[in-house]
């Protein structure tokens, strides 16, 4: 989210596409049956209107270099296995959360854990997480399940929060007193866009949503984990 690089698509290329698929061929030429890539929920796009969650039959319509490099390494991975004979299982996560995380995520738990008052509690968007424990589960299901083979996935914790309630469930979690107080959406938006902080601000505030029906019809698969587990793991670092 802070591209130094003179040009961030081609750093990004450099490892995200040019990187997986030598990976990727010489899978293949060492006998690999089944290649998996974790992609990211970015190809899809950036947001989602509430209630209308981004599916795999959506067209991909990355809006950042990151998203665009995943895209390109996705379309590298199929080809490569129709020629090879390779499989490909190509996953998009949400935003991942667990030990270790980091950025505006890590930067929120602080912020509960610290007991800081934060102008959260108007906030009534949708978003889609994913554990890392839900992640990792998911990831060794598709190494084996026959109907994985050469199939596209988002997964999530199959259960969207809003801002306001990830703050509660992180206070929940770390055993703190909840302090939210109600600030309007817009007036929130209007005082980040001028610090200059309107993109991270739109993130926190915006509906991402990633339906989970595929993975459940064609892999029978359920998060292990629930939502507030999760949490409790992570603020447990």
Request: charged share 15%; hydrophobic share 45%; glycine share 8%.
């Amino acid at each position: 989210m802070n591209d130094n690089a003179a040009d961030p698509l081609t750093a990004f290329r450099t490892v995200n596409v040019e990187g997986t698929l030598k990976l990727a061929r010489q899978a293949a030429d060492a006998g690999v049956k089944r290649f998996v890539f974790i992609s990211s929920v970015k190809v899809n796009g950036e947001s989602t209107q509430l209630g209308r969650a981004f599916t795999e039959s959506h067209a991909p319509n990355p809006q950042d270099v990151y998203g665009q490099s995943k895209h390109e390494a996705e379309q590298g991975l199929r080809q490569l296995s129709v020629n090879t004979g390779m499989e490909v299982v190509i996953i998009r996560p949400p935003l991942v959360y667990g030990p270790g995380v980091k950025a505006n995520f890590a930067a929120l738990m602080r912020a509960v854990q610290r007991g800081w008052p934060l102008p959260l509690g108007l906030v009534h968007n949708q978003r889609s997480l994913v554990a890392l424990d839900n992640l990792v589960d998911f990831i060794v299901t598709c190494i084996t399940h026959p109907q994985a083979a050469n199939q596209t996935f988002l997964v999530s914790d199959g259960q969207d929060l809003s801002t306001t309630d990830l703050v509660r469930g992180m206070a929940q979690a770390a055993g703190v007193p909840t302090r939210l107080f109600p600030v309007s959406v817009w007036a929130l938006l209007v005082g980040a866009t001028l610090l200059g902080k309107g993109d991270a601000v739109q993130r926190l505030f915006g509906n991402l949503q990633v339906d989970m029906s595929k993975v459940r019809n064609v892999l029978g698969w359920v998060p292990p984990v629930c939502v507030e587990e999760g949490l409790r793991r992570a603020m447990a670092v």
